[in-house]
């Protein structure tokens, strides 16, 4: 097991050697230049001034050598500084990622906790009434466009019934509630964030644990379970549910990425400063040292999550564990 | 870091920490800020400003000539990346012969050197021994105006601090927060629960949607004449559009009132020049040009162009009269102006195709490569009018700023005549003429001015709207104790 997980992590790099060669090629290629300053069409802003700035940043350099500079800095950790700010991109991910990290695994387990017992219980009558009326739901809940969603809910909840902030993470009186007010406060705030954000995860891992769930059910050995006289609930759990839920591992891990991408629009739609927003300003702004950094980290951690998710599968499957 | 930010919410934030030489007061005259008075010597080759005493930086030092040199050593310095420092190249030398004259010497004399002295002084004391690229500064600014920098969560919310020593007088709000709320529905939203109390407003939220008891009960509306120009920027050197009567005739095709009605709601003028109305430098008896589409086919007859083989399309020697008019992505109102447009010249006879691209790609591949037929833009125009940069012929090389590639001998002349001269009676002359010969050029199509619209809470009083906006006189803004929501604690 230990070897696994070492040959595992050995695998992560040069996947994000090629990763970043990809990443630094494609911004490069992208039309336009980088930079607030290039794109402003400031007249104040003199020709000589901008052939400063570009020679600062190094942008006068080749792109071979550029990505060769970049390469020997990272490797050192060292992911330089950012073109709109100059601050470094290090620490301006730092300041960003914990909130996306912490909406993303909130939903992540209200995904779960939402979407098992909801797949488990339609599969059990398959098309029968509960199931129907599951069926129709999620697939308006997976089709409905999330930042429509969230500004229909932040109107009756926010504004009709005044029962939740609409937008921000903190109130504006923040720093003078007790540690308990502080914590409301932030629950307020992140009520509907995270169940907008995990609405259509619901929808979809409902609907993997139904058809997972049934299938499980129709095997030979469910039926001798049931024969040897078990309970239902000790059928239902101890051997469909382990052998059903394994395919979600899977999902689950593919769909990582997908989390901190799609940050980006319930971010905006709740004015949330998190990574999602700060990866989308860069790659508008061709902020490149930024867009880097932020390829890198995002690739390390949907790697980690997707070896987490391998090793839950391990941890769950004997039959792999004994494998190795 | 003030010299090195180069969007709108930092300049802003800015301006309520630091203070320049000289502001816009509210008609956007020139006024003294940290320099009391100022003298033009020498027809403009010496500027000497007399410095305000008894003015202190937050941390209690006081500010001297000193802090003033040292700016400007930073604007010049090639090691600091700061996009301004083209006005300040111009300075030939700077003397400080005591705490509270400044002399600037000019190797030529320039009329818009006086308002680059709005540029925010920075303090010698907490900056000389550090790298202003990288100073931690920038994230716990000091200055010398009416806030002092309080906290800032970055794209989250800056709160500044009034400034009990502010030279004026205290400012009577105590605190301000500056929230970034990058979705204007979620803006909007948060203005219905009351969240915001200032912000602008759409011209659709502004008719519309603001119209509710709610909102007439909560909020006061202001409608100001706007600051920037959207316009359409012939490709001067594609031979469509070398010929003027080919431009007027365009510019009779389209019915801007039209325009302004459907993209604005209403809330919005004709511009007729490179001037906005609220400028000094802007000529009222420039009148817009009606609309006339038969007078626009019989120009184009003129000119060549005839539908000779009746399929609807204007041709000219077997080339049809077809172009493409290119756009930026994000904003609606630029794409909704170029449908209209669309629409009223197939009206005549021209096909035109509408292509709308992202902001860098459109500026880095189409502007400042020329690669275009006809672009839809607009200015955001700075209180100074030199506009030498958009007009002048000398600049029309790739990436400056003249990318129709205007050329008129007497508008260069005019415009290097109004950079000598300092008397503001004779500049307004200078700048009224070349808006004469802009507009009769018609190198773009000028369409509107847009009006700026806010929204801002009742409880706040002295809310009063000029010529500068409304947040001039933003110090002298209260709230009367029973109306106060947020107190300090």
């Given at each position: 097991?230990?070897?696994?997980?070492?040959?595992?992590?050995?695998?992560?790099?040069?996947?994000?050697?090629?990763?970043?060669?990809?990443?630094?090629?494609?911004?490069?290629?992208?039309?336009?230049?980088?930079?607030?300053?290039?794109?402003?069409?400031?007249?104040?802003?003199?020709?000589?001034?901008?052939?400063?700035?570009?020679?600062?940043?190094?942008?006068?350099?080749?792109?071979?050598?550029?990505?060769?500079?970049?390469?020997?800095?990272t490797?050192?950790?060292?992911?330089g500084?950012?073109?709109s700010?100059?601050?470094?991109?290090?620490?301006?991910?730092?300041?960003?990622?914990?909130?996306?990290?912490?909406?993303?695994?909130?939903s992540?387990?209200?995904?779960?906790?939402?979407?098992?017992?909801?797949?488990?219980?339609?599969?059990?009558?398959?098309?029968?009434?509960?199931?129907?009326?599951?069926?129709?739901?999620?697939?308006?809940?997976?089709?409905?466009?999330?930042?429509?969603?969230?500004?229909?809910?932040?109107?009756?909840?926010?504004?009709?019934?005044?029962?939740l902030?609409?937008?921000?993470?903190?109130?504006?009186?923040?720093?003078?509630?007790?540690?308990?007010?502080?914590?409301v406060?932030?629950?307020r705030?992140?009520f509907?964030?995270?169940?907008?954000?995990?609405?259509?995860?619901?929808?979809?891992?409902?609907?993997?644990?139904?058809?997972?769930?049934?299938?499980?059910?129709?095997?030979?050995?469910?039926?001798?379970?049931?024969?040897?006289?078990?309970?239902?609930?000790?059928?239902l759990?101890?051997?469909?549910?382990?052998?059903?839920?394994?395919?979600?591992?899977?999902?689950?891990?593919l769909?990582?990425?997908?989390?901190?991408?799609?940050?980006?629009?319930?971010?905006?739609?709740?004015?949330?400063?998190?990574?999602?927003?700060?990866?989308?300003?860069?790659?508008?702004?061709?902020?490149?040292?930024?867009?880097?950094?932020?390829?890198?980290?995002?690739?390390?951690?949907?790697m980690?999550?997707?070896?987490?998710?391998?090793?839950?599968?391990?941890?769950i499957?004997p039959?792999?564990?004994?494998?190795? | 870091?003030?010299?090195?930010?180069?969007?709108?919410?930092?300049?802003?934030?800015?301006?309520?920490?630091?203070?320049?030489?000289?502001?816009?007061?509210?008609?956007?005259?020139?006024?003294?800020?940290?320099?009391?008075?100022?003298?033009?010597?020498?027809?403009?080759?010496?500027?000497?400003?007399?410095?305000?005493?008894?003015?202190?930086?937050?941390?209690?030092?006081?500010?001297?000539?000193?802090?003033?040199?040292?700016?400007?050593?930073?604007?010049?310095?090639?090691?600091?990346?700061?996009?301004?420092?083209?006005?300040?190249?111009?300075?030939?030398?700077?003397?400080?012969?005591?705490?509270h004259?400044?002399?600037?010497?000019?190797?030529?004399?320039?009329?818009?050197?006086?308002?680059?002295?709005?540029?925010?002084?920075?303090?010698?004391?907490?900056?000389?021994?550090e790298?202003?690229?990288?100073?931690?500064?920038?994230?716990?600014?000091?200055?010398?105006?009416?806030?002092?920098?309080?906290?800032?969560?970055?794209?989250?919310?800056?709160?500044?601090?009034?400034?009990?020593?502010?030279?004026?007088?205290?400012?009577?709000?105590?605190?301000?927060?500056?929230?970034?709320?990058?979705?204007?529905?979620?803006?909007?939203?948060?203005?219905?629960?009351?969240?915001?109390?200032?912000?602008?407003?759409?011209?659709?939220?502004?008719?519309?949607?603001?119209?509710?008891?709610?909102?007439?009960?909560?909020?006061?509306?202001?409608?100001?004449?706007?600051?920037?120009?959207?316009?359409?920027?012939?490709?001067?050197?594609?031979?469509?559009?070398?010929?003027?009567?080919?431009?007027?005739?365009?510019?009779?095709?389209?019915?801007?009132?039209?325009?302004?009605?459907?993209?604005?709601?209403?809330?919005?003028?004709?511009?007729?020049?490179?001037?906005?109305?609220?400028?000094?430098?802007?000529?009222?008896?420039?009148?817009?040009?009606?609309?006339?589409?038969?007078?626009?086919?019989r120009?184009?007859?003129?000119?060549?162009?005839?539908?000779?083989?009746?399929?609807?399309?204007?041709?000219?020697?077997?080339?049809?009269?077809?172009?493409?008019?290119?756009?930026?992505?994000?904003?609606?109102?630029?794409?909704?102006?170029?449908?209209?447009?669309?629409?009223?010249?197939?009206?005549?006879?021209?096909?035109?195709?509408?292509?709308?691209?992202?902001?860098?790609?459109?500026?880095?591949?189409?502007?400042?490569?020329?690669?275009?037929?006809?672009?839809?833009?607009?200015?955001?125009?700075?209180?100074?009018?030199?506009?030498?940069?958009?007009w002048?012929?000398?600049?029309?090389r790739?990436?400056?700023?003249?990318?129709?590639?205007?050329?008129?001998?007497?508008?260069d002349?005019?415009?290097?005549?109004?950079?000598?001269?300092?008397?503001?009676?004779?500049?307004?002359?200078?700048?009224?003429?070349?808006?004469?010969?802009?507009?009769?050029?018609?190198?773009?199509?000028?369409?509107?001015?847009?009006?700026?619209?806010?929204?801002?809470?009742?409880?706040?009083?002295?809310?009063?709207?000029?010529?500068?906006?409304?947040?001039?006189?933003?110090?002298?803004?209260?709230?009367?104790?029973?109306?106060?929501?947020?107190?300090?604690?």
């Amino acid at each position: 097991m230990g070897k696994y997980i070492l040959r595992r992590f050995a695998g992560i790099i040069p996947l994000l050697f090629g990763i970043s060669l990809l990443s630094f090629a494609v911004i490069n290629l992208a039309p336009g230049k980088p930079g607030a300053l290039e794109n402003s069409l400031n007249p104040r802003i003199s020709a000589r001034a901008l052939e400063r700035l570009e020679k600062l940043y190094e942008l006068d350099k080749p792109v071979y050598e550029r990505y060769w500079h970049w390469l020997k800095r990272t490797a050192v950790l060292d992911f330089g500084r950012s073109f709109s700010d100059n601050r470094p991109v290090i620490e301006k991910i730092a300041e960003r990622l914990p909130v996306t990290i912490t909406i993303n695994l909130l939903s992540l387990f209200l995904i779960f906790a939402a979407a098992i017992p909801l797949g488990v219980r339609c599969a059990l009558k398959p098309d029968g009434m509960l199931d129907k009326v599951m069926t129709a739901v999620m697939f308006f809940l997976f089709a409905i466009p999330t930042f429509w969603l969230a500004l229909l809910l932040m109107n009756f909840f926010g504004i009709n019934l005044r029962w939740l902030p609409v937008s921000g993470i903190t109130s504006l009186d923040y720093e003078y509630l007790s540690p308990a007010g502080k914590a409301v406060d932030i629950f307020r705030h992140l009520f509907l964030p995270v169940t907008v954000s995990s609405l259509g995860g619901i929808a979809a891992m409902a609907r993997y644990m139904r058809s997972s769930m049934i299938e499980a059910l129709a095997q030979p050995y469910i039926r001798m379970a049931r024969a040897k006289g078990l309970t239902e609930r000790s059928v239902l759990y101890k051997h469909a549910f382990r052998n059903a839920v394994m395919p979600l591992i899977t999902i689950m891990g593919l769909s990582l990425p997908g989390l901190v991408g799609g940050s980006v629009i319930f971010e905006s739609v709740f004015a949330i400063p998190g990574a999602g927003r700060l990866f989308y300003e860069a790659v508008m702004m061709r902020d490149y040292p930024l867009i880097m950094a932020e390829v890198v980290i995002v690739s390390l951690l949907t790697m980690t999550a997707n070896l987490l998710a391998d090793l839950s599968y391990a941890w769950i499957d004997p039959r792999l564990r004994d494998k190795r | 870091m003030p010299m090195l930010a180069s969007d709108i919410a930092s300049a802003g934030i800015c301006g309520y920490i630091f203070n320049g030489l000289v502001k816009y007061d509210k008609d956007l005259n020139l006024t003294g800020d940290l320099a009391e008075r100022w003298e033009v010597l020498d027809g403009g080759l010496q500027i000497v400003f007399y410095l305000r005493k008894g003015v202190f930086w937050q941390d209690g030092v006081p500010f001297t000539s000193r802090d003033v040199d040292f700016t400007y050593r930073k604007m010049v310095d090639p090691q600091v990346r700061t996009p301004y420092s083209g006005d300040f190249e111009r300075v030939e030398r700077l003397e400080t012969p005591d705490d509270h004259t400044v002399r600037v010497f000019y190797k030529e004399p320039f009329a818009p050197a006086l308002s680059s002295w709005s540029v925010s002084i920075v303090p010698e004391h907490l900056l000389e021994k550090e790298d202003l690229n990288t100073s931690v500064f920038s994230r716990v600014p000091v200055g010398t105006g009416p806030y002092k920098f309080r906290s800032w969560k970055t794209q989250e919310k800056i709160e500044l601090d009034a400034n009990e020593n502010y030279f004026l007088h205290r400012p009577n709000i105590d605190r301000v927060v500056q929230r970034v709320i990058p979705d204007p529905s979620t803006l909007f939203l948060e203005l219905q629960t009351g969240g915001v109390d200032l912000c602008g407003l759409t011209p659709l939220q502004y008719t519309r949607q603001t119209d509710t008891p709610y909102f007439r009960g909560e909020y006061r509306k202001f409608r100001l004449p706007g600051d920037t120009y959207v316009y359409l920027g012939y490709n001067l050197r594609s031979p469509l559009f070398s010929d003027i009567r080919v431009r007027k005739a365009l510019n009779l095709a389209v019915d801007k009132d039209e325009i302004i009605k459907i993209v604005l709601l209403g809330l919005g003028t004709v511009s007729t020049g490179p001037f906005t109305p609220q400028s000094w430098a802007f000529n009222p008896s420039v009148k817009p040009s009606p609309c006339d589409p038969p007078g626009a086919l019989r120009l184009l007859k003129e000119a060549g162009w005839e539908d000779s083989d009746g399929d609807g399309i204007l041709d000219n020697n077997g080339r049809k009269f077809e172009f493409t008019i290119l756009t930026n992505q994000g904003n609606e109102e630029r794409i909704k102006t170029a449908e209209i447009i669309q629409r009223r010249l197939s009206d005549i006879g021209i096909k035109v195709k509408i292509k709308v691209v992202e902001w860098s790609v459109f500026i880095g591949e189409f502007v400042n490569k020329r690669d275009f037929d006809v672009i839809l833009l607009g200015w955001a125009l700075p209180r100074e009018p030199d506009n030498y940069d958009i007009w002048h012929s000398s600049r029309t090389r790739e990436g400056e700023f003249n990318f129709a590639g205007y050329t008129n001998p007497e508008v260069d002349l005019l415009l290097l005549e109004a950079r000598r001269v300092f008397d503001q009676q004779k500049r307004r002359e200078l700048y009224r003429k070349i808006q004469e010969l802009i507009y009769a050029d018609q190198p773009y199509m000028f369409i509107y001015v847009p009006d700026s619209l806010y929204v801002v809470h009742r409880r706040f009083r002295e809310v009063a709207p000029a010529a500068a906006g409304i947040g001039y006189n933003f110090i002298d803004w209260w709230v009367p104790p029973a109306e106060q929501r947020y107190r300090m604690r």
